[in-house]
């Protein structure tokens, strides 16, 4: 079981197609998460569950809560979306967007994800 990062686009849509390197760099970089597609033209429903309203919109869905999915509004280099994987891998809850990070956290400054806002759990 591996966390999954997702990329929410659309075919047709110029920022989708100019992300498309950055995406699959991402997918032949790293192993321990599987780093997936979705074409909102072909799958409107997922995207709607997901609560998508515009192109891409790359979800990160952790391994240990398959309820939702966070959006990544940081970066869109390879870089971030490295941090955003291993964050995922070593947090241990989902810190609230632009809280500051906290140990063990490999994202430094305000949180590049934002989502269900929970408490960092005490250990």
């Known amino acids: 079981s591996k966390d999954v990062f997702a990329k929410f686009f659309a075919p047709w849509c110029g920022h989708g197609q100019h992300l498309a390197p950055t995406w699959e760099a ?3 970089a790293d192993s321990k998460a599987v780093i997936a597609e979705v074409t909102a033209d072909e799958h409107r429903a997922l995207g ?3 609560g998508t309203q515009g ?3 790359p979800k990160m869905s952790s391994k240990d809560d398959r309820s939702g999915a966070n959006s990544h509004r940081g970066a869109r280099s390879l870089g971030a979306f490295m941090s955003c994987i291993a964050w995922e891998r070593t947090r241990t809850g989902t810190a609230p967007c632009g809280a ?6 490999p994202v430094r400054g305000p949180c590049q994800l934002a989502g269900p806002q929970r408490a960092p759990s005490s250990g």
């Open 55 to 57: 192109f891409p919109t």
């Open 100 to 105: 500051p990070a906290w140990s063990g956290c």
């Open 48 to 50: 709607g569950e997901y």
């Open 26 to 28: 991402l997918a032949n």
